[in-house]
């Protein structure tokens, strides 16, 4: 059985599943795109995105989960933000990732989710059934690559799968951001895919599992996601009434460099909040 098809059987299975919670690989350049600060803190990464020029400035935190665990011989999947109009977002999970059968398995993100829920009667309780009818997923697989794929109903897009050899014994920081109906993702800091192309319009977030043994399990941590703006800013620039000191970083504490004199203007690339709760500029220079 090929890969592609092993991965649009799981996710039938994946549409098809009873719940009661509520086109080829684009090979990164010579030089990876990689975030140097990639660690389960959010706000650095936020700002990881916005300095490489990812991002714009202004994330809207989506949702957060602290811990949620998957196991066995099923398909299963958690629904999250039902309502999110936003079809531009960045999501995230450490993933803990313990496949023990010899058949495919995975686990990861899916953004763009829809989902349809039927109530029936049977045998004099109201049964609920949930199934997600489309969304765009990435994650880890059995073999250790990265994947991503499309399903909207019956259809699939291809397949992009990179081969890097994730380490399973260890945890896995998976990032994935879809931006202007484009999907990167990276893994444990560096960009695995990129340019992969998105059709799917605004929808829910899920975390997603497909396991082939009772032994099989997932654990996310740190799950959460962000909304970004529809238009990428092309560029935002600051600019003070009086002279104000620049510093090495987003505190009093840090050196001053230099000084931003009235009426200058200088290009912002990001922000964040200090210490002191004021919000501090990082500066294209």
Not at 12 to 24: F, G, H, K, N, P
Not at 53 to 64: E, K, M, R, W, Y
Request: negative net charge; contains cysteine; charged residues 20%.
């Amino acid at each position: 059985m090929s890969k592609l098809w092993q991965y649009l059987c799981i996710g039938m299975r994946l549409i098809s599943t009873v719940s009661v919670l509520a086109q080829e690989v684009t090979e990164p350049d010579d030089a990876p795109l990689r975030l140097d600060n990639y660690t389960a803190d959010e706000s650095s990464l936020l700002l990881q995105l916005e300095i490489l020029g990812l991002i714009p400035s202004g994330a809207q935190g989506l949702f957060n989960q602290s811990n949620l665990n998957f196991g066995g011989d099923d398909a299963q999947f958690s629904n999250f933000a039902l309502d999110n109009d936003a079809s531009n977002l960045v999501m995230g999970a450490v993933l803990n990732f313990v496949p023990q059968s010899d058949e495919l398995e995975f686990c990861g993100l899916a953004a763009h989710a829809q989902r349809d829920e039927r109530n029936r009667l049977e045998e004099g309780s109201n049964i609920t059934t949930i199934r997600l009818n489309a969304y765009t997923a990435t994650g880890i697989d059995s073999d250790g690559n990265i994947f991503a794929y499309e399903i909207n109903g019956d259809e699939s897009s291809e397949l992009a799968l990179a081969e890097v050899d994730v380490d399973l014994n260890q945890a896995v920081y998976l990032l994935m951001l879809v931006i202007d109906d484009e999907l990167t993702v990276f893994a444990n800091g560096e960009a695995v895919i990129s340019d992969y192309p998105v059709s799917l319009p605004a929808g829910s977030v899920a975390f997603l599992y497909s396991g082939m043994d009772t032994e099989s399990t997932c654990q996310a941590e740190t799950l959460f996601a962000y909304t970004i703006a529809e238009e990428l800013v092309a560029a935002c620039h600051v600019s003070t009434d009086t002279v104000i000191n620049r510093r090495s970083g987003p505190s009093t504490d840090f050196a001053r460099v230099t000084q931003l004199q009235a009426g200058e203007e200088l290009e912002a690339v990001g922000q964040t909040i200090g210490t002191d709760g004021f919000v501090w500029w990082y500066l294209a220079d």
